[in-house]
Nanobody, 122 residues
Framework: QVQLVESGGGLVQAGGSLTLSCAAS????????MGWFRQASGKERKFVGS????????YYADSLKGRFTISRDNAKDTGYLQMNNLKPEDTAVYYC???????????????WGQGTQVTVSS
């Protein structure tokens, strides 16, 4: 079992930056990938990006490349989603998840955090 806890959400003005954290516990993430997803109010959950925990390779949604960066700290078992040049359309609940594959498909992730709200004001 892997437990995931996100933090770092909040209110930010358009053009600003925010970094979300996802702290893992319960099982080492060395054999997992950590994915980030977001869900805007009334819309379906969408893939943001993911990182292979052992290799550090990353995979992003095309529309977010260049603005969002995913990283991880192996020693702390914590993943990060750095978001730059935020736009009002980035407003959503952001989730981290852990699964066996570096994937953009949410059903391939077995463990999920509780989500953290990010609101970008115009």
């Amino acid at each position: 079992q892997v437990q995931l806890v996100e933090s770092g959400g909040g209110l930010v003005q358009a053009g600003g930056s925010l970094t979300l954290s996802c702290a893992a516990s319960g099982h080492p993430l060395s054999s997992y990938a950590m994915g980030w997803f977001r869900q805007a109010s009334g819309k379906e959950r969408k893939f943001v990006g993911s990182i292979s925990w052992s290799q550090g390779s990353t995979y992003y949604a095309d529309s977010l490349k260049g603005r969002f960066t995913i990283s991880r700290d192996n020693a702390k078992d914590t993943g990060y989603l750095q978001m730059n040049n935020l736009k009002p359309e980035d407003t959503a609940v952001y989730y981290c998840a852990a699964g066996p594959l570096l994937s953009d498909y949410d059903l391939e992730y077995d463990y999920w955090g509780q989500g953290t709200q990010v609101t970008v004001s115009s």
